[in-house]
């Protein structure tokens, strides 16, 4: 754990080229995206597929007001704020439902957004995206420098990932598993499914929004694109490769995808296509994720070799 | 005056268009509960087989035709093979359906390249038809027909057929369903296959009005989306006045509204969860 933080930490003095912090950056940004829906997908057991929607409001919204001449910090607040409104509407609105229409009505709501982004051209300058002027200067440090932009991505990344330990030990963390294993159980019990469903969905978009910020300040650009669903599917696909629920899980699937993503548009064109397939082979293969998932291949893999029939019921997915 | 006629006529054509889209789905969705998101892939991979089956100078329907029955056999496969080791499962559905979806609209891209297709209307249903000063261009007359005829067809299918009631049985309760010696296995397989085929002809027939072009999916998908979930999932009566509906709000809210047409299309939506989340005909809720 603590070697695991020390590496982290001081990332930048052996990697020496730029290239790879700012790859080690974008990860930390994913991640802390997938820890905001691995709180719906692992905890509330609420698959949403329109979560670069949240994220893209944040980054939308800092990048507007800023060019709009605000200063970084009430801008940040502020799309901080936009992105809970966002929030609430997008639950009040998901939550008619949940299971199936739950993914369906998030999937509709992702495509309004994008839909915003796209074609409300005086708004949000259509396809051609918001440039955000400079990076900010927290306490006159310069974010602009790739080191000390991966560090400071790197506290917020610590403090999501403390949040959402304390979250997940918390009595609402337990009353949202509750949620998810037994809602009719828990309402029995007296508690309100729905409000507490309605809070976890207010939570992940807060931290989606906070990583919206980081990411209109690592890019300093903004377009339609960071909304579509391709990107609410590849966060999605972190979540569920990392292992749903699970506190590092989401680092270790922003990891795999961010650097997958970078190899494989390094040598061909069609990242869509590989991201596809690992979705399909993901499904079919390690319907649990990636970490448990890698373990039962490989007793299974043994079993083979000891020449017994593996008679092992196949676990499925939990849904 | 001409311009809302002309309005009109484009929507009530594209709402036929949506019909032949979201049918598929909504049944599809509502009697074997599979969310299908690759159905906007199918209906743009029935498009660009259709590009192909012209350029091989078939005549238009029979390009239809055959573009239907491919994309049949694909959705049959993808039933047979994926879909079914994951029945009951929805989490797992969703993603295999949408990781194929991207592999789909990524080889299309490979295969047929970045720029649109525009389908040549076929020979016999160029021009108009006059009714006093009002002018009906015959193609969009032809596609509201069929997407008409095909639905009452598939209403009589469901309700009224031997087949209809082994598929609404194989719904309502598959396990007495197939202690009474139903195949409910293969209906589902067919089922999904006709929904599949559906979308190629759909796919097909959009080409002279849409043209063919990457990202075509996208912008399918959540149109069947909120057509199902505002005629409620499962219901034809449903799926049709969903897809007029939607047509309408379309063509209308972009002659309007330029800037927020695509936010006008889901107030429906939000308003009809809100109030009925069930959808318009629907039995169950989502």
């Known amino acids: ?319 | 005056m001409t311009l809302w006629i002309i309005l009109t006529i484009n929507s009530i054509a594209l709402g036929g268009l949506l019909f032949l889209l979201s049918a598929g789905f909504s049944l599809i969705f509502g009697l074997m509960r599979i969310p299908n998101l690759t159905h906007g892939a199918l209906f743009m991979l029935g498009a660009y087989f259709g590009v192909t089956f012209l350029r091989l100078e078939f005549n238009f329907w029979v390009a239809a035709l055959l573009s239907a029955l491919v994309l049949g056999v694909i959705g049959g496969l993808i039933e047979r093979l994926l879909l079914r080791r994951l029945a009951g499962q929805e989490l797992a559905q969703v993603l295999v359906t949408l990781g194929l979806a991207f592999i789909i609209a990524d080889l299309c891209l490979l295969i047929w390249t970045g720029d649109p297709i525009p389908l040549a209307t076929p020979e016999s249903l160029r021009g108009v038809l006059r009714a006093g000063d009002v002018v009906f261009p015959k193609y969009r007359l032809a596609v509201v027909a069929i997407g008409v005829i095909v639905a009452a067809v598939m209403w009589f299918m469901l309700e009224r057929t031997r087949l209809g009631a082994l598929i609404r049985a194989g719904v309502d309760d598959p396990e007495i369903a197939r202690v009474m010696g139903i195949r409910v296995s293969r209906l589902f397989t067919a089922v999904f296959s006709f929904g599949a085929a559906l979308a190629g002809f759909a796919g097909v027939l959009s080409g002279p009005i849409l043209s063919v072009y990457p990202g075509l999916d996208a912008e399918m998908l959540p149109l069947a989306l909120i057509i199902v979930i505002l005629g409620g999932a499962g219901s034809l009566p449903g799926a049709l006045l969903g897809s007029f509906l939607i047509g309408f709000i379309y063509n209308f809210g972009q002659a309007m509204f330029p800037e927020i047409a695509y936010v006008i299309l889901f107030l429906p939506m939000v308003i009809v969860l809100v109030v009925r989340p069930q959808g318009l005909f629907g039995r169950q809720s989502l």
């Open chain 1, 1 to 319: 754990m603590l070697i695991g933080l020390t590496a982290l930490a001081t990332l930048p003095l052996w990697l020496d080229s730029n290239y790879y912090i700012n790859i080690a950056s974008q990860i930390l940004i994913w991640a802390i995206f997938a820890l905001a829906l691995n709180v719906l997908v692992g905890w509330a057991g609420l698959v949403s597929l329109g979560h670069a929607g949240l994220f893209g409001v944040a980054s939308y919204a800092a990048a507007w007001l800023v060019v709009a001449g605000w200063g970084h910090l009430p801008a940040a607040f502020c799309a901080l704020a936009i992105t809970l409104g966002a929030a609430a509407v997008f639950g009040l609105l998901a939550l008619r439902t949940a299971g199936i229409g739950f993914i369906m009505i998030t999937l509709a709501i992702g495509q309004i957004l994008w839909g915003i982004a796209y074609r409300w051209i005086d708004l949000t300058n259509g396809d051609n995206g918001i440039i955000l002027p400079a990076r900010p200067l927290p306490f006159g440090i310069d974010l602009g420098v790739p080191g000390v932009f991966y560090l400071f991505t790197l506290v917020a990344f610590l403090l999501t990932l403390a949040a959402m330990r304390g979250f997940d030990r918390s009595p609402f963390g337990a009353s949202l598993r509750g949620t998810r294993d037994q809602p009719r159980r828990m309402t029995a019990l007296g508690y309100h499914v729905w409000l507490i469903r309605f809070l976890a969905i207010l939570y992940s978009g807060l931290v989606s929004g906070i990583a919206g910020l980081l990411f209109v300040y690592y890019h300093q650009f903004v377009s339609p694109h960071v909304l579509g669903l391709a990107s609410s599917a590849e966060v999605l696909l972190m979540v569920i490769a990392g292992g749903t629920g699970t506190l590092l899980g989401p680092l270790v699937g922003a990891a795999l995808v961010v650097i997958m993503k970078t190899v494989a548009s390094a040598y061909i064109e069609r990242w869509n296509l590989v991201l596809g397939v690992i979705f399909v082979a993901i499904v079919i293969f390690m319907p649990d994720g990636l970490v448990p998932g890698s373990v039962r291949l490989w007793q299974r893999f043994r079993l083979v070799f000891r020449s017994k029939p593996s008679s092992a019921p196949r676990p499925g997915v939990d849904t």
